[in-house]
């Protein structure tokens, strides 16, 4: 058998014979010649067959054999051809898809596209979403253990509702009652007093029941935590930096993917940031939002981004200070101010993509939060040891890997860019 | 304040006077001087006190910040020092803890170990074990992307126990039931027709009730799946590089902790191939097994594994052309001999390791097979879509990542190398 090769490897084989693979993305017959634009991993190639015989009756995506010769031809894709064509069917295709993949934009509606992803992933906007997908894990990880955090993976399955059971989904542990894990946050602080610096990715659980546009049940959570840090300051750092390496990584390595998509990547210089009061002092008086005492509400973070954009010429904006009471029982407050807390979110293009902080870590402290919140400090045994054997000051950080991307590419709903998105009402394919 | 350094950067300060936080890990009064030991996330470091009492009923773990001036000291680790001492404590140990962690090798028992493994993971032996285990998934994406793989994310919350519903962790999914996922092993099929080559590093659940050495209820599977193969034995191929990658990256770059932990590794060069009948056969006459009609029993896989030594000086052994009756329902038949099937094992130092082979990707002969096998098509609408729309002859593996770092390591029990293991037994920590 000939070596297959790839459709980017043509433009280096002009008049040579070789053999390609892939899928049938279209077919057209123009006078008396066929067209056929044939798509492998790398992209798409057309090859110019005299006879269409042997296609006949076969669908879009039959996927197919070419042997052919390299030609040079400055109108087709990548300045080459394939003639002299011999076509081998190797899975044929006979019925219609339920959406077609070769005409441009997808047309197909969020909910028929999601009932039909298994082939509608195929579509060459998909594949650049998720290469992006792809990507932006991979200069995750890389930027993290370039400096010095410890990929961990912690488990998924936990025994108590530590967190707050309400958002938690119940799992039957054989005699026993478990839950899948909203977070992995009680795991990796534990783990900076074994490495310091230590990252994850991995699924996180929410059990709410809303169907919105940004929420999902099953996400990619890209969690780190750092240990000998001076305050949250520290951990807004890190989390700059690395998303200006994901960023550039994006911008040098997929610009075919982002200019297919028609996404320019939000700049991240300078981001401003804004104490949670202040910005309800500021979200009151020039825009009109109702205060609220707990948390921004989806508004307020939209009014926000429009007042970081025309004031900072900032996509992005961090707001510091959330109100200690209604953060998590694990979240320092601020020592001057302790109704204020050492925490933050990050915003982009009007919604919220990552939330950190500075976490409790002294032992005395951290079970005085949890006992003035109602907390059982039996169900946080195994947590509060790492506290009680010396850790330092600590923090982290926790990215939703889908929202990320979706703020992006300027996509409305987080579950055009999730593979196989799970919420209220969806749980297949 | 003092840049914080790390204790590896000190033999690059003599003279200097350097700051340096961490834990006490020793603390050893000799004459009239004390000898402290600092770790941090790069190691230990020496320091010297001619006043210990600021550290006065401090325990080892004590967090601690150190400025001092570095000296050369033959004798010291890294041949240096710090001297003039000046000490702050960051957060006070005052419990001894549940075991030494700065004696030699651990001697708790396992399970005193895993009850309390949020301070028990920082003994030095423990860290190297993780940095492995971190390694190892970082060569592992590392090669797939180099070798045109995209890494996908898939869900762990499926709708119908669709490989099997007997050992699935069932979850109260709103109104609905659901499942842990036992394997992303239908979607990464799917996904084949999206990217050809996709890898998945992600969780894995088995409801098996046994509690052995080598099962575990949550795991760390180690996927790909990819497309264009001729046969299982292309995917046999990657597997071995893939492997071979694996193990040159953490010999290069991580011979201290393997040296600490005394682990050798496996060499994996020519790798004998059984058809699954000749061993069977072999395990009889050489070994006096008795036989199984379905799959290798522990005990064979043990005897096989000393065949492979003894006969091809190899640690590794793959068994290829296993029963078809007894591998899932997608397990491509041998064309030559259905009743056996494309599919391998890969067995190392005792153990099965991996588990692989090719697919059924004809859509037919697809529903064929889950028909004959009494599942209901139905169940499989969104898995079989990829198929209908044109699949090519495809294969792959799944690596169950802990098992292999205990291999690698030659230690027992699988627990020993997971973080916060899960089992039949054990929801905590």
């Excluded at 000939?2 to 008049?15: D, H, S, V």
């Excluded at 783990?191 to 996180?204: D, T």
Aim: net charge negative; hydrophobic share 40%.
């Amino acid at each position: 058998m000939t070596q297959r090769i790839l459709t980017k490897e043509l433009p280096g084989r002009i008049g040579e014979r070789v053999h390609l693979r892939g899928w049938m993305h279209t077919l057209r017959r123009m006078g008396g010649v066929t067209f056929l634009v044939i798509r492998d991993r790398c992209g798409l190639a057309q090859a110019v067959l005299d006879d269409a015989a042997p296609l006949e009756g076969c669908q879009p995506e039959t996927v197919l054999a070419l042997t052919g010769t390299v030609c040079a031809e400055p109108r087709a894709r990548g300045g080459v051809e394939l003639r002299d064509v011999s076509v081998e069917i190797m899975s044929p295709v006979r019925e219609a898809l339920p959406f077609e993949l070769n005409k441009g934009p997808l047309k197909a509606n969020l909910s028929t596209f999601l009932d039909h992803a298994s082939v509608g992933l195929r579509h060459p906007a998909k594949q650049a979403t998720f290469r992006l997908a792809s990507a932006i894990i991979d200069a995750y990880g890389a930027w993290m253990r370039a400096h010095g955090f410890t990929q961990i993976t912690t488990p998924k399955i936990v025994g108590a509702a530590t967190e707050g059971g309400a958002n938690m989904f119940g799992i039957k542990y054989f005699d026993r009652r478990a839950y899948l894990a909203q977070s992995p946050q009680l795991y990796k602080q534990v783990m900076v007093g074994v490495f310091e610096r230590v990252f994850e990715i991995g699924h996180a659980y929410r059990a709410e029941p809303h169907d919105t546009a940004r929420h999902l049940n099953e996400y990619l959570s890209l969690d780190m935590e750092m240990g000998f840090i001076e305050d949250h300051h520290d951990v807004m750092r890190v989390l700059s930096e690395v998303l200006r390496h994901i960023l550039g990584t994006l911008a040098q390595d997929h610009a075919p993917d982002l200019a297919m998509l028609g996404a320019r990547l939000p700049d991240l210089t300078d981001v401003p940031v804004i104490p949670f009061a202040d910005a309800q002092d500021l979200l009151a008086t020039r825009y009109g939002e109702a205060p609220d005492q707990a948390d921004l509400s989806p508004s307020q973070e939209r009014s926000l981004c429009r007042w970081a954009e025309a004031e900072h010429g900032s996509e992005w904006v961090f707001v510091t200070g959330y109100p200690t009471a209604h953060r998590p029982f694990y979240t320092m407050p601020d020592s001057a101010q302790p109704e204020r807390s050492n925490s933050f979110d990050l915003l982009c293009r009007g919604t919220e993509l990552v939330t950190g902080g500075q976490r409790i870590h002294e032992y005395g402290a951290l079970r005085s939060s949890l006992r003035a919140r109602g907390y059982d400090e039996a169900g946080f045994e195994g947590y509060l040891e790492a506290f009680r054997y010396g850790m330092p000051p600590e923090g982290g950080f926790a990215i939703g890997s889908e929202r990320l991307l979706a703020r992006f590419l300027g996509v409305e709903n987080v579950r055009e860019v999730t593979l196989f998105p799970r919420d209220v009402n969806r749980l297949t394919p």
